[in-house]
């Protein structure tokens, strides 16, 4: 999708599209989740006229950029919205946000052969979330992950077990600790320089370093509770995420070791992945927009240009619910 609706700095923002869809039936458009988001106004106005509505934090402090998310009004209803301002914990500026959002028409339920059995209300968690950019604030990075993930497990776990996906500009490439620590549940602190953690500077002599056994790095005080909310040097959070790109195979041309795509964002300064969709085990990715092959991005010079708006690629998934999705999307409790 190609929106004509310029974000901070010239560029259409960071875009992430999400269709959710149940076992042989019509696909389920959720819509476009943004970061950098500094125009909402233009940009509700024109999803709005294709049915979509919005939702917009924006960043605290000077900055008037920040998160959006869209969904299909006749499709989903809004149950929760919530805000995450990082300011409040000492992380900067940065924002996320969640929605809960509830299938207007309930689909139908298979029972154990498959077949038909009457029908379920389906429901999901979907967040949103910019990273800081700076690399060597590692610590401000794993914290604003940290308390991202906690609030995700949490409005999950208050909703009834939903579904959850999870989107944004990470600034944090595949490689990375950050990256692991989505994958793996689990952050080994003392492991990792802040200033390496999320693989935005990585040198072969850090590299080196990282392959010797029982390695041992030490942070401040300050760093650790700002990374951990406490003193503690193992993080770990209680989503099982499965990256949807990588879920889905993909050919060498435009996909890393990893399965994620070799760059969602290609400028003058930067050439790598920072930008995903995670999602929890009760949702499997079916397919996914490739982002363009090397050597088309390089013709181009650097993005944005007049063909693309945005100094970062769209990434665009299928999800589809699985079985184990059923539930009751009554909050436990209000407060």
């Not at 998310?69 to 924002?95: C, M, P, S, Y």
């Not at 968690?125 to 604003?144: A, E, S, T, W």
């Not at 790095?217 to 760093?223: A, K, L, Q, S, V």
Request: net charge neutral; charged share 20%.
């Amino acid at each position: 999708m190609i929106l004509p609706i310029e974000g901070k700095g010239g560029s259409a923002g960071r875009l992430h599209v999400c269709n959710v869809t149940a076992s042989g039936l019509t696909r389920i458009i959720l819509g476009p989740i943004i970061e950098e988001v500094d125009r909402f106004d233009d940009l509700n106005e024109v999803l709005g006229k294709d049915g979509f509505r919005g939702l917009h934090k924006a960043r605290s402090g000077e900055a008037h950029d920040g998160c959006a998310i869209f969904w299909k009004a006749d499709l989903f209803t809004l149950l929760h919205e919530e805000n995450i301002e990082f300011q409040r914990f000492g992380l900067r500026n940065n924002v996320a946000q969640f929605c809960v959002l509830k299938m207007n028409q309930a689909l139908p339920k298979a029972d154990a052969s498959g077949s038909p059995s009457g029908s379920a209300s389906r429901s999901l968690l979907v967040g949103n979330i910019h990273v800081l950019y700076n690399p060597k604030r590692g610590d401000v990075k794993v914290g604003q992950m940290r308390i991202f993930l906690e609030k995700a497990n949490e409005l999950s776990q208050k909703w009834g077990r939903l579904p959850v996906v999870l989107s944004g500009d990470l600034n944090s490439l595949p490689q990375s600790a950050i990256y692991q620590f989505l994958a793996s549940c689990k952050l080994h602190i003392h492991q990792h320089d802040r200033r390496h953690v999320s693989g935005q500077i990585f040198s072969s002599a850090y590299s080196e370093f990282l392959s010797r056994d029982n390695h041992f790095i030490r942070w401040t005080d300050e760093e650790l509770m700002l990374a951990t909310g406490s003193k503690r040097g193992t993080l770990r959070h209680q989503l099982k995420l499965c990256s949807a790109y990588a879920g889905v195979p993909g050919s060498s041309q435009v996909r890393d070791r990893h399965g994620e795509p070799l760059a969602t964002s290609y400028h003058r300064l930067f050439s790598g992945t920072v930008d995903y969709i995670w999602h929890t085990s009760n949702l499997v990715p079916v397919k996914v927009l490739e982002t363009l092959p090397m050597p088309k991005l390089k013709n181009t010079g650097c993005l944005p240009s007049k063909e693309w708006g945005s100094d970062h690629l769209a990434l665009v998934c299928e999800l589809a619910f699985t079985e184990e999705t059923d539930h009751d999307t009554s909050p436990s409790n209000h407060s």
